[in-house]
Structures are given as C-alpha cells and as structure tokens.
C-alpha cells in the first residue's frame, strides 16, 4: 500500500488541457487559411509538450496525421498535405496554430488539435471545420469583363446615338426657325421697299399731271 501511494498521488495531480479553435472556418479555393488552435494548461509549457493535428475528410475517408510538434515543428512528408502546412504558433505563449496552403476543394473535412502538457495527458481535441468555397480564376474573371465591358460600351453608344440624334433635331429646328425669320425679313424688305416705290411712283406722276396743267394754261 505504502508503494501504491506516490502512484496513486501522481495520477491525482494530472489534469486535462482545454483546447480552443476557431469552430468552422471559410476559404477560396487557391488561398491559404491558419487554423487557430490555443490552449490551457495547469502545468507550463516545457519540453514535454506537444501538438498533434489530425485531418478528417469530408467524404468519411481515414484519419491522417498531417502535423506534429515537439520543440520543433515536423510537417508532414507525404499525404495531401505535403509541402502545403506550416507551422504558425508559439508554443511559449499557448498558441499551436498552423497554416495550410494553397487550399484545394479536397481539404473540406474537419481538422483536430491535440495539446498534450504532461502531466495534463487529458483532453479534449480542438476540431475546426474547414470549407473550401469556389474561387473565380482568371480566364472566368477576363471574360466576365469582356461581357461587362462590351454591355457597357454599348449602352454608351446607345447614349451617345440619342443625344446626337437630339442635338442635331434641335440644330434643325434651329435652322428652320432661323431660315423662317430670314424669308419674312426678306419678305417685309420686299413689301417695304414696293410701298416706297409706288409711293414715290405716285408722287412722280402728280408732278407730271400738276406740271402738264401749268404748260396748258
């Protein structure tokens, strides 16, 4: 019994570690995305301590282990995550993020963050759901502008044909008000200029007829 004591008090002292993650997390296809994983601990952080993360497909596949630290970061050297984690955390400060890189749509599954800080062995995983939504490359994007920019030239020509057909109706009809104007000022001039003519035609031949009456008599 008295053995079995210091065991026994050894397994009282160990505690679990809480893990927090961000939950579910969104990203574009093509991106990266860092998964935040922290952690607390009742004992410090030292050299015993270690994060494990762990990757769940989407499609019910095998669990894989895609990440692992233990005073140095140890990326994975084969799998679909090779060459595309990287480790974004600090362990000194309770921060065992990582950073997956250029996401693809078969990265869709649920990521796990195992802390361990012996003596807290115990715990809960840390889960994050990532999805990977569709991202528009560039050959969609270059013709999704060649259909915007051609709509948009084109109502611009729509505009400009109207606002030209405007000005030039009211050039026209500034035309005609102007050659109106002209035609009855000549038209006046004419009237004018015959009033004064048979006026002075008239005045001519009472001169005559009063000067012809004065040789008679």
């Known amino acids: 019994?008295?053995?079995?004591?210091?065991?026994?008090?050894?397994?009282?002292?160990?505690?679990?570690?809480?893990?927090?993650?961000?939950?579910?997390?969104?990203?574009?296809?093509?991106?990266?995305?860092?998964?935040?994983?922290?952690?607390?601990?009742?004992?410090?952080?030292?050299?015993?301590?270690?994060?494990?993360?762990?990757?769940?497909?989407?499609?019910?596949?095998?669990?894989?282990?895609?990440?692992?630290?233990?005073?140095?970061?140890?990326?994975?050297?084969?799998?679909?995550?090779?060459?595309?984690?990287?480790?974004?955390?600090?362990?000194?400060?309770?921060?065992?993020?990582?950073?997956?890189?250029?996401?693809?749509?078969?990265?869709?599954?649920?990521?796990?963050?195992?802390?361990k800080n012996p003596p807290d062995i115990d715990g809960v995983a840390g889960e994050i759901k990532l999805s990977v939504v569709y991202k528009v490359n560039y050959s969609e994007m270059l013709i999704l502008g060649i259909v915007i920019g051609g709509a948009t030239g084109l109502v611009v020509v729509i505009v400009i044909s109207v606002v030209t057909v405007q000005l030039c109706r009211k050039w026209r009809e500034a035309m005609d008000v102007e050659e109106m104007e002209d035609e009855k000022e000549e038209h006046e001039y004419e009237n004018r200029n015959g009033t004064e003519l048979e006026k002075l035609n008239r005045e001519a031949m009472i001169a005559t007829e009063v000067a012809e009456s004065a040789v008679e008599a």
């Open 1 to 115: 019994m008295c053995l079995l004591c210091p065991s026994l008090a050894g397994i009282g002292d160990v505690t679990g570690v809480d893990v927090y993650t961000g939950g579910a997390v969104e990203a574009r296809n093509g991106t990266e995305q860092r998964l935040r994983c922290t952690f607390q601990s009742s004992s410090p952080v030292g050299k015993r301590t270690n994060i494990a993360w762990h990757f769940r497909p989407l499609d019910d596949g095998n669990e894989e282990s895609i990440f692992y630290y233990h005073e140095e970061p140890f990326p994975p050297l084969k799998g679909r995550f090779k060459g595309r984690v990287v480790w974004s955390g600090d362990i000194w400060r309770k921060d065992g993020s990582i950073t997956v890189t250029n996401l693809r749509f078969t990265d869709n599954g649920t990521f796990l963050c195992i802390v």
